[in-house]
């Protein structure tokens, strides 16, 4: 207004809310139909005899984020798993890992502050890189499958190495210094001890005689 003061006219401006863009960010949760159903649903008779209306508040266009994943996580396990009856191998427990993994990939895209959330998932993805180790090593066609049907990339893990210092050199002398001496110290105990049963062998053999 041109009859405010310029102070005035800076609280206003000062005092308006700021929006933020939200970022859009792609997740594996959009290729699954609107129209499927729930997975406490999916499989129940009485489905094809109710009426659109209900079809439609128990599809997946009602539902949660957490019902999305129990879908998504349903469709991964279905293509890795040996049998209608596998809920436990190494395949079928990497396919709800990888589940679980993007989904709080996508949740740290969007909050990258969440030190909680991040942890859970590298604990994830070194568990997950454990397993596919095992499978790689035991069953390598099962690996290659496993990793082509879930679209994972597998690297294995690194080499440690650690850094040199003068420190950690000093320290490491010290300890193999002490630990000398206690082998030390443990092999004059055991050979006091070795001279202890050979004297009361002797003489228990001399007062048999």
């Known amino acids: 207004h041109p009859g405010c003061s310029p102070v005035l006219q800076a609280a206003r401006g000062y005092a308006r809310p700021v929006t933020k863009k939200r970022k859009d960010i792609p997740s594996h949760l959009d290729d699954l139909p609107p129209t499927l159903l729930k997975k406490d649903y999916a499989n129940l008779p009485v489905m094809n005899s109710v009426d659109d209306v209900v079809k439609r508040v128990l599809s997946l266009e009602m539902a949660s984020q957490r019902e999305k994943l129990k879908v998504k996580t349903q469709q991964l396990v279905e293509k890795v798993r040996r049998s209608p009856n596998d809920n436990g191998s190494f395949e079928v427990q990497v396919a709800i ?113």
């Not at 066609?141 to 294995?156: K, V």
């Not at 630990?179 to 003489?203: G, H, I, S, T, V």
């Open 97 to 209: 890992l990888t589940a679980k993994i993007r989904t709080l990939e996508e949740h740290l895209q969007r909050h990258p502050k969440d030190k909680k959330n991040r942890r859970f998932m590298l604990m994830g993805v070194d568990r997950r890189r454990k397993m596919l180790g095992y499978l790689r090593r035991v069953n390598y066609s099962t690996f290659e499958s496993t990793c082509r049907e879930l679209g994972i990339q597998y690297s294995p893990p690194q080499p440690y190495s650690r850094r040199l210092t003068k420190r950690w050199l000093v320290k490491k002398a010290l300890c193999t210094k002490v630990f000398q001496e206690k082998q030390k110290l443990q092999a004059a105990e055991r050979l006091k001890q070795r001279r202890e049963w050979q004297a009361r062998a002797r003489a228990a053999r001399e007062q048999q005689e």
